[in-house]
């Protein structure tokens, strides 16, 4: 009985000591809290302490839970690079403010950048998909007893596929409203969650999403842009579509370049069958070009450029 407690007390240890980040905690770290973060095998930030993910954090009152009270950011971080990060932090802040919730006092850039990293580095990853969600404290029915905030940072291997074929259909069962809380990153996503099905259960690769105008808005989970020509069109915010950072950094690029023009106005669904080409950006995959809508298809050649200008612009990004 002692042998094999003292064989799986050295393994423990070795497992302590093969981890760069329990290594590098401070003494007043115990040796159990070192021991549960060693055989815990996927580490989570929950208000700047790393934790193991199946430990309890939210209770029945939680408002993300009840209330979708709650927003989200998703990153890229390449190394010790967030791509994009003072967007992401801007939009953030700005969201924040809109739904009355009150910024700590330490929630600078720089805070915001460490506390990604430090997740990032507590899972060993040389490249992650982040996810940092914020929402009030508990409390309250709808009216919130509290506007201060908790936050809970995911880092997960970034895995990136911009696939050769991607086909997409409409979603016209439920609209996305107009209007500016659509442009918010909330967790109130059940229309993407039931499109999501819909696509899943009609081989689709994803699905657009209509207002109640019956515009397009934006897909499951990117912006949407359609090519005719030289001219280059998204739905504008007002049309209920969420204020990407790709989508914003497309259409600075295209800005700044003579062969194309960059239009913001609301589109029918009927122009899918018209234009030459359509693409969707996001945080993840960047650039995803469409090859196919019902029996309509798309060439590729403005996405496929804008790829590339994209991926020179995430190397430059801090």
């Given at each position: 009985m002692g042998k094999s407690n003292c064989r799986t007390e050295t393994h423990h240890w070795g497992l302590v000591k093969k981890n760069k980040f329990i290594k590098n905690l401070g003494p007043e770290i115990s040796w159990v809290t070192r021991f549960f973060l060693a055989v815990s095998s996927t580490m989570i930030n929950y208000n700047g302490s790393i934790i193991a993910k199946r430990s309890a954090l939210l209770t029945v009152n939680n408002r993300a839970l009840k209330y979708g009270d709650a927003l989200f950011e998703t990153l890229k971080v390449i190394g010790d690079k967030i791509i994009f990060a003072e967007d992401h932090y801007f939009?953030?802040?700005?969201?924040?403010?809109?739904?009355?919730?009150?910024?700590?006092?330490?929630?600078?850039?720089?805070?915001?950048?460490?506390?990604?990293?430090?997740?990032?580095?507590?899972?060993?990853?040389?490249?992650?998909?982040?996810?940092?969600?914020?929402?009030?404290?508990?409390?309250?029915?709808?009216?919130p007893k509290h506007n201060t905030i908790e936050y809970i940072i995911e880092a997960h291997q970034l895995k990136t596929l911009v696939k050769t074929r991607y086909e997409i259909d409409l979603f016209k069962d439920?609209?996305?409203?107009?209007?500016?809380?659509?442009?918010?990153?909330?967790?109130?996503?059940?229309?993407?969650?039931?499109?999501?099905?819909?696509?899943?259960?009609?081989?689709?690769?994803?699905?657009l999403l209509i207002n109640e105008?019956?515009?397009?808005?934006?897909?499951?989970?990117?912006?949407?842009?359609?090519?005719?020509?030289?001219?280059?069109?998204?739905?504008?915010?007002?049309?209920?579509?969420?204020?990407?950072?790709?989508?914003k950094n497309i259409i600075d690029i295209l800005h700044?370049?003579?062969?194309?023009?960059?239009?913001?106005?609301?589109?029918?669904?009927?122009?899918?069958?018209?234009?030459?080409?359509?693409?969707?950006?996001?945080?993840?995959?960047?650039?995803?070009?469409?090859?196919?809508?019902?029996?309509?298809?798309?060439?590729?050649?403005?996405?496929?450029?804008?790829?590339?200008?994209?991926?020179?612009l995430e190397d430059l990004s801090s």
């Amino acid at each position: 009985m002692g042998k094999s407690n003292c064989r799986t007390e050295t393994h423990h240890w070795g497992l302590v000591k093969k981890n760069k980040f329990i290594k590098n905690l401070g003494p007043e770290i115990s040796w159990v809290t070192r021991f549960f973060l060693a055989v815990s095998s996927t580490m989570i930030n929950y208000n700047g302490s790393i934790i193991a993910k199946r430990s309890a954090l939210l209770t029945v009152n939680n408002r993300a839970l009840k209330y979708g009270d709650a927003l989200f950011e998703t990153l890229k971080v390449i190394g010790d690079k967030i791509i994009f990060a003072e967007d992401h932090y801007f939009r953030l802040m700005a969201s924040m403010r809109m739904l009355r919730m009150k910024i700590p006092i330490e929630f600078t850039l720089d805070f915001f950048k460490k506390e990604i990293l430090k997740t990032v580095e507590a899972q060993e990853l040389e490249s992650a998909r982040v996810r940092l969600s914020v929402y009030r404290k508990d409390g309250g029915f709808y009216l919130p007893k509290h506007n201060t905030i908790e936050y809970i940072i995911e880092a997960h291997q970034l895995k990136t596929l911009v696939k050769t074929r991607y086909e997409i259909d409409l979603f016209k069962d439920y609209y996305v409203y107009s209007g500016l809380l659509s442009t918010l990153k909330t967790t109130n996503k059940i229309i993407n969650v039931l499109a999501s099905i819909f696509a899943d259960e009609n081989d689709l690769d994803n699905c657009l999403l209509i207002n109640e105008k019956k515009q397009l808005v934006e897909a499951l989970n990117a912006n949407v842009f359609l090519v005719n020509g030289n001219q280059v069109i998204t739905p504008p915010l007002s049309e209920g579509c969420l204020k990407g950072i790709v989508r914003k950094n497309i259409i600075d690029i295209l800005h700044k370049d003579a062969d194309y023009t960059i239009v913001e106005a609301e589109i029918s669904p009927f122009e899918l069958q018209r234009v030459d080409e359509v693409f969707l950006t996001n945080t993840i995959l960047g650039v995803q070009p469409v090859t196919g809508y019902r029996k309509k298809m798309y060439t590729t050649e403005v996405a496929v450029g804008l790829q590339k200008k994209l991926a020179i612009l995430e190397d430059l990004s801090s």
